[in-house]
């Protein structure tokens, strides 16, 4: 079992930063696959970036790209979602997701989800 738990949400100004985290609990965060997903109001959840077991490969959703940087850290069994130039559009609850056959965009083919953590960015 993997709890996670997201932090790093806030209110921001077009333009701006942010950086969420993502903390795993238990020993065996290196052998999943993890990822951050978005959900805006009234849409579905959506991918926006992926990271393989040791780092070494990221995914990055189109709209994204460019923008956001995610890596993790397997020591401290936390995963991270930099943001950079934010827009209103980015707008949303960020998730984080685990799964050890590798992050999906198929919802409920990952493991383990977080509670998520909002992120606004005002215009």
């Known amino acids: 079992q993997v709890q996670l738990v997201e932090s790093g949400g806030g209110l921001v100004q077009a333009g701006g930063s942010l950086r969420l985290s993502c903390a795993a609990s238990?020993?065996?965060?290196?052998?999943?696959?993890m990822g951050w997903f978005r959900q805006a109001p009234g849409k579905e959840r959506e991918f926006v970036a992926r990271?393989?077991?040791?780092?070494?490969?990221?995914y990055y959703a189109d709209s994204v790209k460019g923008r956001f940087t995610i890596s993790r850290d397997n020591a401290k069994n936390t995963v991270y979602l930099q943001m950079n130039s934010l827009k209103p559009e980015d707008t949303a609850v960020y998730y984080c997701?685990?799964?050890?056959?590798?992050?999906?965009?198929?919802?409920?083919?990952?493991?383990?989800w977080g509670q998520g953590t909002q992120v606004t960015v005002s215009s």
């Open positions: 990271i393989n077991y040791s780092g070494g490969s990221t």
């Open positions: 238990g020993r065996t965060f290196s052998r999943y696959a």
């Open positions: 997701a685990a799964s050890v056959s590798g992050v999906t965009t198929i919802l409920r083919n990952n493991d383990y």
